[in-house]
């Protein structure tokens, strides 16, 4: 079900109305730590414009998708994990176990990942 901009949690961590470990922010981008880490470096990078899933990705707002992996690839670096490797993930919808209906991309590293995911 779509969630509105007013109602979104990462809406308002992006307004500053929530707070967050940011890591990262430019015109387009922000980046914090996730709450709850499943790696040693567990960073999210979300696009500012509000878009609640990758199934709701189109030739008119896809640019900010570019944005956010130009920003993955700075964030590791910076941190220091790109060296060794590290995973993006994106959950969609029900299946995909998305709980927060912004379009995220978690950042995992500093650690051995496993194939397939659960
Ligand atoms: P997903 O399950 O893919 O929708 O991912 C949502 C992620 O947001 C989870 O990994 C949560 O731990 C994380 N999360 C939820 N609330 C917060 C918050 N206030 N600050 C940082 N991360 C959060
Ligand atoms: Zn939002």
Redesign the pocket.
Known sequence: MEINMEDC?FCK?IKGE????KVYEDDFVYA?????P?APT?F?VIPKEHICCANMITAENSSVVSKCFEAIAKIANDLGIADDGYRV???CGEL??????HL?F?VLGGRQMQWPPG
């Open positions: 949690l961590i929530i707070p967050s470990k914090f730590y996730d709450i709850s499943q567990h999210l993930i994106n959950n995909g176990q998305q709980t927060v209906k995220h978690h």
